[in-house]
Structure formats: C-alpha cells, structure tokens
C-alpha cells in the first residue's frame, strides 16, 4: 500500500538546513518506535537538503523509504519520505505545490532564522491528509489510472468480440459443410426413389 510518512520544509544556509515546518504521520510504527523514526526522519531530511545544489530535485532511496527533495533556487527545499510505491511525479508535484504556498504565506526575511515553533504554516498537516491517496489527490493519476482502466476493459471487448467472430466463422463454415452434405443427401435420395417409381 502507497505511504506518505512525512513533509518537512527547510532553509538551506551556508553551513546547514535549518527546519522551519514539519509534519508526519507515523501511525504505522510502533508507540514506542515513533520517536526514534522522527528523529531519523528529520536528521535523513536535513542531511539529504544539505548536499543537494540549489535549482535540484532528487529522490534518494533509503532502506525502506524514498526521499524527495527540492532545493529551489531562493533556497528554500522540500522533503517529501514515503515509501518506494510513491509515485515520484506526484510527490515532486506536491513539494512543488508546498513551496509555493509557504513562500506565499511566509516572507522569505523569517527563513533564514525561523523555526517550528515560530513559523505559522498550518496546512502542511491537511496537504499530508490529502495526499495519502496519490490518485485521489492528483488529477493526472487518476486520469492516467482511469485510462488504464478503460485500455483493459477495451482490450477484454476486443477479445471477446474476435473469440465470437471465430465462433462465427465456424458456425459458417459448419453450415457450408451441412448445405454441401444436404444436396448430396438430396441427389442420393432422388436417385434411389427414382429407380422405385411406379408408373
């Protein structure tokens, strides 16, 4: 099943990424395993914003997850973890859609020295929410997914249209064979009730 773990925003500085927003749904893991993840999280987060070149987008495979990161050009990055089944184009999509939003709501003299607790940001939780479910949350998804469903239900059609256009063939030629098998009964029936005929 596709899983969207967490979505942390971060500055990247001369020397380090400083966090400015995070949120995570951890509730496939453990009670007791949930911190220890977080923190994992956020230390691969920061670590993978830190040697990523500015104007770069990479998804970087590990263990169990896939890291999506966006250095944009002013700096400010998205990281999107998920699990490996997560469509790469929607989870680039959504960093996208993030930053842009964030960038909107908060003015870029607050990145450089915010934090968590000191930037207000409270849709990065409802963005998680929405897109748990890529094909759902992602139009171009779902289209591509509806296509595919059509592709097969068409392809299915197609193939029990030709299995009954070869039964119909059959059907012909059997009765091609039953129309030749009825005149030569016929001619045989005429010949032998002519040489009965009483005048």
Known sequence: MVKLFALSIFHKGASEARLLKTTSDLQ???????????EFMTFASKTIVE???PALRQSVKQDAYMCHVYVRADNLSGVLIADHEYPHRVAHTLITKILDDFSARVSADQWPNGSDATISFEVLPAFLARYQDPVEADPLTKMQNDL????????????????RGEKLDDMVSKSEKLSMQSKAFYKTAKKTNSCCSFT
């Open 28 to 38: 496939s893991f453990s009670f007791f395993q949930r911190g220890t993840v977080n």
């Open 51 to 53: 040697r990523t070149q």
């Open 148 to 163: 595919d469903e059509t592709k097969i239900i068409l392809k299915n059609t197609i193939e029990a249209v030709l299995e």
